[in-house]
């Protein structure tokens, strides 16, 4: 069913919707970007990855120089020679905590303004549930064409992961809903394109769509439980790493990681759209809203731990040099979207610590957005505080001699603290007493 001389029109060109239209391309498809960033239009034009993703540069490059894949700021006109349209566009939340579906609304506008009979409408965005049947198809029938008759609609939300984006992309299984089975089956046949992995059709739209925020929710609920255990143990003198590594020998239980907070553009946000619906249906979804609660608390709750860290060294918060290492929201990642580290620069400052901040992925300006003063590693291994935030690989190379005021607090299991101890060094850290 996938006609090869016409070309898919993909919306977004960001970290899921750009690797995936280069993996079209790759396999043989037509792709045309569409995205208002004129400079990433430019750069995917000449052949440039403008994310940081492994792989991506790569595959940007050989699609572009390949002719299958081009960029452009032109919706209308991309919509008007393809077949198939992919909206993977940004929805982040107001401040309400509701859904901004603005530019999936954009997107739908725009296919809605030119798209045609027989025509296929994916959306991959992530989205509350009943977004595609009471917002998409709404938007796409003022066309004038009816959802299902005159046109295919299915939905499959991206589900890949940040710096595996590629490899997951193409072997992950892939959930499909569509507005009827005709819809599920052409969508189906697309991704088979691109993936190994197993295809999971599901009953319809509503299902696909909450798939995807159950899977980002189950794991926000489970590092919730991680860190209410973490600041147990803190209090117990028992190391919850250790009790959760023990824990997780058993067949059937898996824990996640205590941390400093959840960050991301996915997991600190979809539950909140569940929250959103449920709540029009008049519930109120007590788990969810309180494992975001008890996420949202962690970066105030390293405050508390840095305090009691410096109090053994004998000064307090104000006055005192603290040296963050990481801001990107998890490590080896270049993207600080909802990073803890950010709440805790801020507290920090209003604390009256002078805070300096290394993270080599991160750039100096987005750093200094946060308020924190942006330093090379030693510099910040000079502060009376050095605070582990994000587990980036080449933190765990940090030996006790080079935290040279002796206190560390750390944030992520990712030094063994007797080893720092045992030189004198005051280690303090989430699920460590
Ligand atoms: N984190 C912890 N403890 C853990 C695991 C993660 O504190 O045990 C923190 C991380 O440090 C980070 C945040 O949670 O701040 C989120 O990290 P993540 O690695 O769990 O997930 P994301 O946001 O990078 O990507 C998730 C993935 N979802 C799932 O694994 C279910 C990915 O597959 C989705 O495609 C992505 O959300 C998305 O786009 O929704």
Redesign the pocket.
Known sequence: MVNENKSIVIFGLG??GLPTAALFAKNGLKVVGVDINKENVEYINSGISPIMEPGLDELVKEAVSSGNLSATLDGEDAVKNAKIMIVIVPTPLNNQNNADLSAVISACRTIASAFKKDDLVIIES?VPPGTCDNIVTPLLEESGLVAGNDFYLACT???????NTIY?ITH?ARVIGGINQKSADYASSLYKRITDGEIINVKNLITAEMV?LM??T???V??AL??EFAKICENLDINAIEAIQAANHHPRVNI?????????????I?PYFIVEMARQKGLDAPLINNSRKI?ESMPEHVVHIIEKGLKEAGKTIKGSSIGILGVA???D?ADAR???AQPLINYLNEEGASVFVHDPYVSPETIKSFKGMPVNLEDALECECVVLI??HSIYKELKPEMIKNGVLVCT?PLLDPESFISKGIIFKGVGIS
């Open positions: 970290h899921m992530t939300p991206e589900r890949a992961l940040p710096n997951e992950n995807k899977e980002n189950y794991r926000d489970n590092i991680a860190n996640h990681i205590p941390g400093p907070g959840v960050g991301g553009h996915c997991l600190s979809d996420n929201y998890k490590g990642v909802e990073t803890p994000t587990d992520r």
